[in-house]
């Protein structure tokens, strides 16, 4: 039985499987105190929409081998944006135009991002 990841283990490897994906422009950000929401976002983003569904669908099977899987999922490929809520870490995998619309960097400008391990 593998032991429980901590939320900040839980961002380091979907981070991983992401950027594993070619992922572009991925941020993890630590809003541990600034939000009541969650401790980390993953903002990255993707080419296409093919792109998009390969990111997620890494993201899920990273995490699924640890035995943790998503409370929520919304969006959709097609739509440009996808959020796979892990309730301490939310991951948002947008197309880049998407990302650019809702800057979510932006709002959350305060918090600072963590590096990712081996990028």
């Given amino acids: ?18 950027l594993d994906r070619k992922a572009v422009d991925l ?8 939000s009541g929401v969650t401790d980390y976002f993953l903002v990255c983003s993707g080419r296409s929409t093919t792109h998009l569904k390969s990111i997620t669908d890494a993201i899920r099977e990273e995490l699924k081998d640890e035995g943790v899987r998503p409370l929520h999922t919304e969006g959709a490929t097609e739509s440009g944006w996808v959020l796979l809520d892990y ?18 960097e932006r709002l959350w400008g305060d918090a600072p991002s963590i590096s990712v391990d081996g990028a």
């Fill in 87 to 104: 309730g301490d870490v939310l991951m948002h995998v947008f197309l880049e135009d998407t990302r650019a619309y809702y800057a979510l």
């Fill in 27 to 34: 941020v993890v950000l630590d809003v541990q105190g600034l």
């Fill in 1 to 18: 039985m593998t032991a429980r990841l901590s939320a900040e283990q839980k961002a380091q490897r979907a981070a991983r499987a992401a």
